[in-house]
């Protein structure tokens, strides 16, 4: 192997390297990178080949039905949509332009405002353009979801990629 | 807080609002509609819903860019308040889906949104809405949702 071969090598590994870490950043730092998942609490439970598990915690304002104290469907669609970016970062081993293209709920059950809410988001296909993914989300049981949901985002929408806050590029 | 209130009255409340036409005391009684800041009002037949801009709205800092679950949570909201109004004759609506188109990003600006029931059955509804900024012919999404009716005993 010549020797500007194996820099090529090295450069391109580097540049992986870099993107992953960039990605593990800004999973790291949710909350600082996406104002909404601040103010609503989101949290990251694991990212993992191209999964991503997600928390909402208890919020008084969470609230769709004040009778039988559960929880908003909407709120459901906001943690889901925001688990299945990172999903589709994970997927793609770093931070890209996505974009929603679409995103269905299906609800299963209701949801109590009185108990945490887990997401989990896969991204089970990708090709050049586009990522599919579907995702579940439940209370106490894994296996009894309240909702699933499934989206499709496109890759590479040409608008500037999410960044950690203080990585904004210097331009 | 209504989730103080007790099991007994709070959807009955916000059919009596509903049926009064009093939309900001329908959007008082549902904590995560009034967390949105959603507001509605009713022009000639036609249900009018705004979603004022502020910043922990936003999804992606670097755009900046509304985040897609506010998109979709306004529409939904949205969907659910004209249907309070559609339905006086007391059942609630409950959502059983729920999906969205997006077709363009929601810039940092006030939402727009009008829903249209579709259909108004004995058990099901459906609703379609789409919201927009600044011109209602360039919309942001457009969302379609199905409802159960469920009649209070």
């Known amino acids: 192997m010549s020797d500007s071969e194996q820099s090529d090598e090295e450069r391109a590994a580097r540049k992986r390297?870099?993107?992953r870490e960039r990605l593990a950043a800004f999973t790291s730092k949710l909350a600082e990178s996406v104002p909404h998942s601040r103010d609503m609490g989101?949290?990251?439970?694991?990212?993992?080949?191209?999964?991503?598990?997600?928390?909402?915690?208890?919020?008084?304002?969470?609230?769709?039905?004040?009778?039988?104290?559960?929880?908003?469907?909407s709120v459901q669609i906001s943690l889901v949509d925001?688990?299945?970016?990172?999903?589709?970062?994970?997927?793609?081993?770093?931070?890209?332009?996505?974009?929603?293209?679409?995103l269905r709920m299906d609800y299963l059950r209701p949801a109590r405002a009185d108990r945490e809410l887990i997401a989990r988001a896969e991204c089970f296909h990708k090709t050049r353009t586009i990522a599919f993914v579907r995702g579940e989300l439940w209370q106490d049981d894994e296996s009894r979801p309240v909702s699933t949901a499934q989206g499709a985002f496109m890759l590479g929408s040409g608008r500037k990629p999410f960044l950690p806050l203080e990585e904004e590029p210097t331009a | 807080m209504s989730v103080e209130k007790g099991r007994d009255d709070t959807r009955q409340d916000i059919l009596d609002a509903a049926s009064d036409l009093d939309f900001d005391k329908v959007i008082d009684m549902i904590p995560y509609a009034r967390y949105l800041g959603v507001e509605a009002r009713l022009e000639g037949d036609e249900l009018q819903l705004k979603l004022p801009y502020r910043e922990t709205l936003v999804g992606n800092a670097s755009l900046p860019a509304l985040h897609g679950g506010v998109v979709a949570g306004f529409l939904e909201n949205a969907a659910l308040a004209r249907l309070f109004i559609s339905e006086r004759n007391g059942r609630v609506p409950q959502p059983i889906d729920f999906s969205i188109d997006f077709l363009r990003s929601a810039k940092a600006r006030d939402l727009y949104a009008t829903c249209h029931v579709q259909r108004l059955g004995r058990r099901v509804a459906q609703v379609q809405a789409k919201c927009w900024q600044s011109d209602p012919d360039q919309p942001?999404?457009?969302?379609?949702?199905?409802?159960?009716?469920?009649?209070?005993?």
């Open chain 1, 82 to 102: 925001a688990a299945f970016g990172i999903a589709v970062f994970s997927a793609l081993g770093k931070l890209a332009t996505i974009a929603t293209l679409d």
């Open chain 2, 140 to 153: 942001v999404a457009v969302a379609r949702a199905h409802f159960l009716l469920k009649s209070r005993e």
């Open chain 1, 17 to 19: 390297k870099k993107a």
């Open chain 1, 42 to 73: 989101h949290e990251i439970i694991r990212v993992e080949g191209g999964t991503a598990w997600m928390r909402q915690p208890v919020r008084d304002f969470t609230v769709g039905d004040a009778e039988y104290n559960l929880i908003h469907t």
